[in-house]
């Protein structure tokens, strides 16, 4: 599904490299975890898959079933199959959140060349996956993430994932600012899609959320690269022992 | 205004002085109003084309930019349909039965100040409207009515606006001529009396090579509510002075615009509120959307007069830039003899956020789709709280024009 080889990323305006030469290859159906100490490069990572432009890759490749993903715009990835949920999903006032939800689809759609969905198929679609994420009726209506908790935007996020259906979606610290009921309740819709022609890479700080959405492979990320690669039991090993190992060693 | 009196001199000027000197006889309603044209003709002399030492014409210079005046040519006016508690007469008309009582309507225009192109507007204006709307109605059809100037020529139309006591009303009115090339102005006056409600909305689309003054001078009554929207989405040059003044207490008056411009086009709205009554509220917004080397100009101006107290009063505006080149200036101001008011002001420029972009995009939505998604939700916060339908008509204008701006 992917592969990453020795990728180095810098920050286009100053130059900084953030990424020093990742390397991870995602199966097809494998839930991959990456945990990480703050600023080892985590979100760098995700937003470089999304094709970010704030970032340059200055090394290294990306195949994404088996294409270039390097070479493809960020709407291009979307339509291959990346989904980014972010860390901070961002507020967009005048854009109403079914009108943005519809876009997207359709977009995605038509650059697979299928149809648009008409407006009822849109509707039944949206209403059962709002229902299982509890994202209320009100929370549609209103513009874009404008005014949402922050666990309500984690919770956007996730029902956008469900509705667009990627074949690799990047959790961001998803888990952060989610008390335990909305973990529960996001953990649920992502465990819901997984499937044997879908990967994950899951992106957390804590444990918990690795409780919930149980990994096939973890990782621990320092300092712009992966320095450790492990089964489920090394997400418990690094929630006893800390990250100072790592910071220290990288 | 400061600036010493010139006398009108440039090639432009002296075609209107001798284009005056021919037709004033000659235009309709030549008895009554022929004095009062010839006062504003007068007025306009005194100046001339203001420049941009005149303060109000800081960053439109009309002597610069109006070297050629164009030939006298003829205006359609396009009437409103007749609908209950709406009188409709065509200027004429209402000249012909009712002479002396326009002639005062069209001298008390209030823009607040001086504007030697609405005193041009005056002295030529030999078509227009006179629509009055009756006490206490509640007009279900917004009330449309057109002033197209000739293409290629000069036109200058007048529209007399009066609403009744507690009516409720949507006034919508097109001027210019998107056929391209008209010279001229549309000058509306709307009288709002105490406890009335009126929408108005001015569509100025004055034709790629359009050359547009136009002007807007509303008096609002007490407890009445007036909401502005004024969308400039065509014209070489637009410039609208705007004039309000709160003649009652505790009204309320929303005025919003929407420039658009590419190409090198200039539009300039100017904007005078005076807050002469206590307990009113007035809320301007105003932004411009812009492309390649277009330029807008907002220059607003509240006053708040001693006996005004609660005033509440606040100006906003905002452009967003899709191109390097484009320039917005804004100017606010604010003079203030109350003590017990609440007023301020801001102004934003920038471009299209690149990480909403981002956000989008990511989501499978093409660059020029998502960037049309945010150019719109920029441009439509000026279409809140319209009829849905009315909103939907002035968004569609906006959505074309951005469909032929985006790369
Ligand atoms: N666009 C950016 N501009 C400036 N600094 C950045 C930018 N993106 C990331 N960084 C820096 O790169 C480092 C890694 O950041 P990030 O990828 O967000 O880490 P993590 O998600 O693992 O906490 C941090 O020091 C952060 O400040
Ligand atoms: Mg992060």
Redesign the pocket.
């Known amino acids: 599904m992917l592969e990453i080889r020795n990728l180095h990323a810098r ?1 286009a ?2 130059g ?1 490299e ?1 990424l020093k030469g990742v390397d991870l290859t995602i199966e097809a159906g494998k839930v991959h975890a990456i945990m ?12 470089v898959l999304a094709g970010k432009d ?2 340059e890759v200055t090394e290294g490749s990306v195949l994404f079933k088996g294409e270039d993903l390097l070479e493809m715009e960020p709407d291009e990835r979307a339509a291959a199959g990346i989904f980014l949920a972010f ?1 901070y999903p961002v507020e967009i006032p005048g854009v109403a959140t079914m009108t943005f939800l519809k876009a997207a689809m359709n977009a995605q759609r038509k650059a697979r060349g299928q149809n648009e969905l008409t407006t009822p198929d849109f509707m039944r679609l949206v209403k059962e996956a709002s229902g299982k994420l509890q994202v209320s009726q009100e929370m549609l209506r209103r513009p874009l993430n404008v005014g949402f908790s922050g666990g309500e935007k984690k919770r956007n996020e996730i029902l956008q994932m469900t509705l667009l259906q990627p074949s690799l979606c990047i959790l ?2 998803t888990d952060s600012g989610l008390d335990i009921d909305a973990l529960r309740l996001v953990a649920e819709g992502v465990n819901a899609l997984r499937g044997p022609e879908r990967s994950m890479l899951v ?1 957390t ?1 804590y444990q918990r959320l690795l409780e919930y959405i149980v990994p096939d492979v973890v990782h621990v ?1 320092s300092k ?1 690269r992966i320095v450790k690669t492990g089964g489920k039991e090394l997400a418990l090993e690094l929630e006893k022992s800390g990250y100072a190992e790592f910071v220290d060693a990288a | 205004m400061n600036v010493q009196v010139q006398r009108v001199e440039t090639p432009a000027e002296l075609k209107l002085a001798s284009q005056f000197a021919e037709r004033k006889d000659a235009l309709v309603g030549a008895d009554t109003l022929g004095a009062g044209r010839a006062a504003a003709f007068a007025r306009f002399e005194a100046v001339g084309l203001p420049h941009r030492r005149v303060e109000e014409f800081k960053y439109t210079d009309m002597r610069a930019r109006l070297r050629e005046v164009a030939d006298a040519g003829e205006t359609q006016v396009t009437l409103p349909d007749a609908q209950g508690g709406v009188r409709v007469t065509s200027l004429a008309e209402a000249l012909a039965s009712d002479g002396a009582a326009i002639a005062e309507r069209i001298a008390e225009r209030f823009t607040g100040f001086d504007s030697p192109l609405l005193d041009l507007n005056e002295a030529f204006a030999s078509a227009g409207a006179v629509i009055d709307i009756a006490a206490g109605a509640n007009v279900a059809e917004p009330v449309r009515a057109g002033f197209a100037h000739p293409a290629g020529k000069r036109g200058d139309s007048v529209a007399l606006y009066s609403v009744g006591s507690g009516a409720s009303v949507t006034l919508i009115e097109k001027a210019g001529s998107a056929d391209g090339g008209a010279q001229g102005g549309h000058v509306s006056h709307v009288d709002v009396a105490d406890g009335a409600k009126v929408t108005f909305i001015r569509h100025v689309d004055a034709g790629a090579q359009g050359v547009h003054s136009g002007g807007l001078a509303v008096t609002v009554g007490a407890n009445a509510t007036f909401d502005l929207l004024l969308v400039v989405s065509t014209g070489e040059l637009v410039r609208t002075d705007i004039g309000l003044r709160f003649v009652g207490g505790d009204a309320v008056a929303n005025l919003r615009g929407l420039h658009l411009a590419g190409s090198t086009r200039h539009v300039d709205t100017t904007l005078f509120v005076d807050h002469a009554e206590p307990g009113c509220v007035s809320r301007e917004l105003f932004k411009s959307v812009l492309d390649d080397r277009a330029r807008s100009v907002f220059q607003g101006k509240i006053l708040v007069r001693q006996k005004a107290q609660k005033t509440d009063g606040k100006m906003m505006a905002q452009a967003l830039m899709l191109s390097d080149d484009a320039e917005a200036d804004s100017k606010p101001e604010l003079e203030i003899y109350a003590d017990d008011v609440q007023c301020g002001h801001g102004s934003t420029t920038g471009r299209v956020d690149d990480t909403l972009l981002f956000y989008l995009m990511a989501r499978g939505i093409p660059k020029r789709e998502a960037t049309r998604m945010l150019v719109s939700a920029f441009a439509g916060e000026v279409f809140d709280d319209l009829d849905e339908a009315v909103a939907e008509e002035f968004s569609a204008v906006a959505e074309e024009w951005l469909e032929r701006h985006l790369a």
């Open positions: 920050i305006e100053d900084t953030i990480g100490p703050n600023g080892s490069g985590k979100s760098t990572l995700s937003n704030d970032y860390q961001d610290e992106i700080h990320m712009g």
